[in-house]
């Protein structure tokens, strides 16, 4: 089921299709699309889109090279982000985060570019955040993790941040300025 709140506030408006299994996740384009994927009751995964204004998803047809589509989507300010993880065949199994950038028309998706981030160990699916022309992912190595920023759409790492013992899966970056307090004494 999905649930959309119009205008962030009230009951929401349920959505529901018995062909899937599960959604993993939703991203909004700049028009107010909204795409969703998942698995469907046969094990297949799936993109579908639900056009601004709509009641009904649409199926957006995968490309056969997108392994797993998607762990996470996010609009990049002109493509649908499709992150996947790309799993490595050998004795430590590392795991890299590819970024799909899709181009959507119709009910057509097509890769027009692909950023391949760090390799990781011991990571599930982490989730990434597109701000500007960097991407932030957190990054779960065997002994400590890590958030990492790389350029995007390059995916050459800039920064790269340690944080002890702790098991990070997600990221999100604010826009908002800090708040200022102010005392009265």
């Not at 028009?31 to 297949?44: K, R, V, W």
């Not at 970024?99 to 950023?115: D, E, H, M, P």
Request: aromatic content about 12%; some cysteine.
């Amino acid at each position: 089921m999905l649930y959309i709140f119009p205008d962030a506030e009230g009951k929401p408006v349920e959505y529901t299709n018995s062909n899937i299994y599960f959604i993993t996740d939703v991203a909004y384009d700049g028009s107010g699309n909204l795409f969703l994927d998942g698995a469907l009751t046969n094990g297949y995964p799936f993109l579908q889109e639900l056009p601004n204004g709509s009641s009904s998803f649409e199926t957006i047809n995968i490309p056969a090279s997108i392994d797993d589509c998607c762990l996470q989507l996010q609009w990049d300010g002109s493509y649908l982000a499709a992150g996947s993880i790309y799993r490595q065949r050998g004795r430590h199994n590392p795991r890299q985060t590819i970024l799909n950038r899709l181009k959507i028309t119709g009910s057509k998706a097509t890769v027009i570019g692909t950023v391949k981030l760090a390799f990781q160990q011991h990571a599930s699916a982490p989730q990434f955040w597109i701000q500007g022309g960097t991407v932030v992912e957190p990054s779960n190595q065997k002994y400590s993790s890590h958030v990492e920023y790389f350029k995007y759409p390059e995916g050459k790492m800039t920064k790269r941040f340690k944080v002890d013992k702790s098991t990070l899966w997600g990221a999100t970056v604010s826009l908002a300025q800090p708040r200022t307090h102010s005392h009265k004494y």
